[in-house]
Every structure is written in structure tokens, then in C-alpha cells.
């Protein structure tokens, strides 16, 4: 396990952290360590999968090979920012000074990390999703080294259902002499904590930016996922952050955000391909290109999303499997005139109340509370696009979960799986109540 550790710890270092620096070198130091992570190891499973389909085997001294090839370049295009990074990190942890409020917020975040990595790094895989697809997957990749003659050799569509980010993140572990790939989960759940702080902290003090963090990290069923074997955390931090990105690169024009928002939009449907979120964000994002008279802002972002997005289209292609990003889109809009079936609306509206409404909480409400006080004062409405963004994703998932209803009668039988995929509003529901109840403070 010490040395699968090691190596995650590499691809973090290695690539992600690298990486960060290039796209976006003005982040805080929260921010770009967590970021590096999911950077890393997004983009390195990637890299194997695309290596392997060239006949590269998986193996572990290939994984090295894979690794020098990406790290290498880029910690050398980075060589002068790499010689600042230790001065900047001493200048900004010297200048931290948590009060006690700050401080008893820390050590529970604290606490909440470490006890999933006590979970994770004690439990082995035990979930049914996991043993019967994701896991399943890795082992049988780590044992024959190659993942397109696995999935052939499987034939059935459900091990073609889900991309293979998990299942290569897997397989890192046991290729390179582990047996418990459960902590990469706790990463997520550790890189979430940090992103979600550096970027709260570009708008409201430390305190705050803590305090909301907290309440993020203890969320309904948030601590539960980040300790068991699944897609649906991995999709959620990559998705959450991604929208969150575009929100600073419009308020900020930080140089880089948006291709971060791109790339993480991306890796998500690296993670989990069925939910066609990205699409009512890239809706999002062409309404506000127009009204900014940003032009270039979906096209930029296409062309950072769209190639990751289309290495497993492609793949499942190859297999007579999926459909193709056009369909898909054309699909979606040729159910649209579906809405007007009213005698359905009940009960899909009361399925959502009772399934997920209800697990959201209090964040719920505060978020509803939020969004009204945005429209108040003058610096509440600079938090107006946050709101903005995450009212349209909700009306995107219900409008969804409707056409869903009319094509899929069983849907009511699959609301456990439903509540899961809609942590994706979690990180968005309480980074709009931060902004909006804190607008006006300062940073520190």
C-alpha cells in the first residue's frame, strides 16, 4: 500500500500540481492543492487509457513510462515558477492567523478528513456497485493489461455504462502492489475541502470561507460517500468545481479559470457519462457569453471540453455502444416539448420533494433564502450569476427527471440513485449562500 501511496502522490506532484501552475498560475495555495489532485489523477487515467488503446499494456513500469512522459514536460515548462513556490507558501502560511472560532472550525474539518481516511484506508471495496463493475473492472484490467479485449471479451452493455476513471484509479493501486483503492476516495473528499476553501476565499473572509466549508464537508451523505467505492463523488467534485470556476472566471477573469471549468466539466464525464449535466451548463455558459458579449467563452470552452468528453463517446462507439455527442444533444432537445404533458408534473414533483428536497435540508432553505436577499442590495446582486447558474442546473435536473419519468416508468424504483447524483447541488447550494449572507464583508 506504501508504495501506491507513493505514486498517487507522484501523479499529484508530478502532473496535476504541474499542470496547475500552468493554467492557472495566480491561484491560492488551497486551491491549486487540491486542484492537483483532481487534475492528476483525471488526466493520468486518461493517459493510460488512451496509451493502452495504443497498445501499451498496464503495467506498472508502463504506469512510470506514462508518468515521465506527462511530468516531465511540464515540471520543466514550470522550472521558474517551481524555484518561487516555497518563498510564496512560507508568506502566506505565516500569514494565517485563525482565531478561535477559526481554529474549532479547522480541527472539525480536520477530524471529518482524517476519519474518511481512516474508513477508507481500513475497509476494503464492499459496495455492490463497486464489486460488480468498477472494481471488477480494475481487476480484470490489472490482470490482463488490456482494457478494450476486457470489455469485448464482457459483451454486456452494463460494464460499457460508466467511463473508466474509477476503475483506472483502481487499477493504479493494485498495479503498483496495493490491495485497497478505497483512499482515493478520501482524496476526492480532502481536494473538494480544498478547492471549495481557495475558492470561497476569493470573495468572502477566512472565517467564513471556513465555517462553509465545514457545512459542505458535513452535508447530507457527503462524509458517506467519500468512504465507500463510487462514481458519484468523484462526478460531483469535478462537476461542482467546474461550475464554480466559470462563476470566479466571470466575476474575476482570472487568467486560466475557464479552461479549469472545462476541464473539470470533462473529467466529470470521464467519471459518470449518463447525466448530461454539461449540457445545461454549456446552455449556461452561451447565455452568458451573449449577455457579457463574451463570444468566446463556449468556444473556448468546447475546445478544452470536448476532447475529453469524446474519448469514451468513442470508445463505446467502437463497441455499438452509446450514441454520439449530436444525438445526445438532439435527443435532448427533441424531448423538450414533452414538459407540456401536465398530468405527469404531480407526481414527478412529489417524487423530487420526498427523495431529494427533503435530503437537501436546511441547505435548501438557505439557499431559497440566498437567492431572494440577491435581489435586495446592491452588493448582494454581484452574487446574481451564482445564483443564476444554480437555479438554471436545478430546472435542468427537473425538467430531466420528467422526461425520465415518461420514458422509464420504473423511475420511482431508482430514487436512492437519485438523491446521490444530486450532491452535485450541495457544493453549489452552499458556496451561493456564502457569497450572498457575506457579500459585503471583506477579505482578510
Same mark, same amino acid.
Request: charged content about 15%; overall charge positive.
Given at each position: 500500500m506504501i508504495i501506491s501511496i507513493l505514486f498517487i502522490l507522484l501523479i499529484i506532484f508530478g502532473v496535476g500540481f504541474?499542470?496547475?501552475?500552468?493554467?492557472?498560475?495566480?491561484?491560492?495555495?488551497a486551491g491549486r492543492l487540491g486542484l492537483s489532485y483532481l487534475l492528476g489523477i483525471g488526466i493520468f487515467t486518461l493517459a493510460m487509457y488512451i496509451t493502452n488503446l495504443l497498445g501499451l499494456k498496464l503495467t506498472f513500469l508502463n504506469n512510470i513510462l506514462v508518468f515521465s512522459i506527462l511530468s516531465l514536460p511540464l515540471i520543466f515548462f514550470?522550472?521558474?515558477?517551481?524555484?518561487?513556490?516555497?518563498?510564496?507558501?512560507?508568506?502566506?502560511?505565516?500569514?494565517?492567523?485563525?482565531?478561535?472560532?477559526?481554529?474549532? !472550525?479547522?480541527?472539525?474539518?480536520?477530524?471529518?478528513?482524517?476519519?474518511?481516511?481512516?474508513?477508507?484506508?481500513?475497509?476494503?471495496?464492499?459496495?455492490?456497485?463497486?464489486? !460488480?463493475?468498477?472494481?471488477?473492472r480494475a481487476h480484470l484490467f490489472t490482470q490482463t493489461g488490456f482494457i478494450s479485449s476486457v470489455l469485448s471479451a464482457l459483451g454486456d452493455s452494463f460494464y460499457f455504462s460508466y467511463p473508466l476513471l474509477t476503475s483506472l484509479a483502481h487499477s493504479i493501486v493494485y498495479l503498483s502492489g496495493g490491495w485497497n483503492p478505497q483512499f482515493i476516495y478520501s482524496m476526492f473528499y480532502l481536494s473538494l475541502a480544498l478547492v471549495f476553501y481557495g475558492l470561497a476565499r476569493e470573495f468572502v473572509s477566512q472565517k467564513i470561507s471556513l465555517v462553509f466549508t465545514l457545512i459542505l464537508l458535513t452535508a447530507p451523505r457527503m462524509f458517506e460517500q467519500s468512504t465507500i467505492s463510487s462514481t458519484n463523488f468523484p462526478y460531483m467534485a469535478y462537476f461542482s468545481l467546474g461550475v464554480i470556476y466559470f462563476?470566479?472566471?466571470?466575476?474575476?477573469?482570472?487568467?486560466?479559470?475557464?479552461?479549469?471549468s472545462a476541464i473539470l466539466t470533462g473529467l466529470a464525464t470521464w467519471t459518470r457519462a449518463v447525466e448530461p449535466?454539461?449540457?445545461?451548463?454549456?446552455?449556461?455558459?452561451?447565455?452568458v457569453s451573449i449577455y457579457r458579449k463574451r463570444?468566446?467563452?463556449?468556444?473556448?470552452?468546447?475546445?478544452?471540453?470536448?476532447?475529453?468528453?469524446?474519448?469514451?463517446?468513442?470508445?463505446?462507439?467502437?463497441?455499438?455502444?452509446?450514441?454520439?455527442?449530436?444525438?445526445?444533444?438532439?435527443?435532448?432537445?427533441?424531448?423538450?416539448?414533452?414538459?407540456?404533458?401536465?398530468?405527469?408534473?404531480?407526481?414527478?414533483?412529489?417524487?423530487?420533494?420526498l427523495n431529494i428536497v427533503r435530503l437537501w435540508g436546511p441547505l435548501f432553505i438557505?439557499?431559497?433564502?440566498?437567492?431572494?436577499?440577491?435581489?435586495?442590495?446592491?452588493?448582494?446582486?454581484?452574487?446574481?450569476?451564482?445564483?443564476?447558474?444554480?437555479?438554471?442546473?436545478?430546472?435542468?435536473?427537473?425538467?430531466?427527471?420528467?422526461?425520465?419519468?415518461?420514458?422509464?416508468?420504473?423511475?420511482?424504483?431508482?430514487?436512492?440513485?437519485?438523491?446521490?447524483?444530486?450532491?452535485?447541488?450541495?457544493?453549489?447550494?452552499?458556496?451561493? !449562500?456564502a457569497l450572498v449572507f457575506f457579500q459585503i464583508e471583506k477579505n482578510e
Open positions: 504541474p499542470l496547475s501552475l500552468w493554467i492557472a498560475p495566480r491561484h491560492n495555495i514550470e522550472r521558474r515558477k517551481y524555484r518561487n513556490l516555497w518563498g510564496e507558501y512560507k508568506k502566506s502560511i505565516k500569514s494565517f492567523h485563525p482565531g478561535p472560532v477559526e481554529k474549532i !472550525t479547522l480541527g472539525a474539518i480536520i477530524f471529518f478528513i482524517i476519519s474518511s481516511f481512516a474508513s477508507t484506508l481500513y475497509w476494503p471495496v464492499y459496495v455492490w456497485d463497486a464489486l !460488480t463493475l468498477y472494481d471488477f462563476y470566479v472566471w466571470d466575476k474575476k477573469n482570472r487568467p486560466g479559470y475557464l479552461i479549469l449535466f454539461w449540457l445545461g451548463m454549456f446552455a449556461i455558459i452561451v447565455l463570444l468566446l467563452d463556449p468556444v473556448i470552452f468546447v475546445v478544452f471540453f470536448l476532447p475529453i468528453q469524446q474519448v469514451w463517446k468513442n470508445f463505446q462507439s467502437t463497441l455499438g455502444q452509446g450514441s454520439s455527442t449530436v444525438n445526445e444533444v438532439l435527443t435532448t432537445v427533441s424531448f423538450l416539448p414533452e414538459i407540456f404533458r401536465f398530468e405527469n408534473w404531480a407526481n414527478v414533483l412529489n417524487f423530487i420533494y438557505l439557499f431559497v433564502a440566498a437567492s431572494i436577499m440577491s435581489l435586495t442590495t446592491k452588493e448582494q446582486r454581484k452574487s446574481f450569476l451564482m445564483v443564476f447558474i444554480t437555479w438554471g442546473l436545478l430546472v435542468f435536473f427537473v425538467v430531466g427527471t420528467f422526461i425520465f419519468s415518461i420514458y422509464v416508468g420504473w423511475y420511482g424504483a431508482i430514487s436512492d440513485s437519485a438523491a446521490r447524483v444530486s450532491m452535485i447541488f450541495y457544493p453549489l447550494f452552499v458556496y451561493t !449562500t
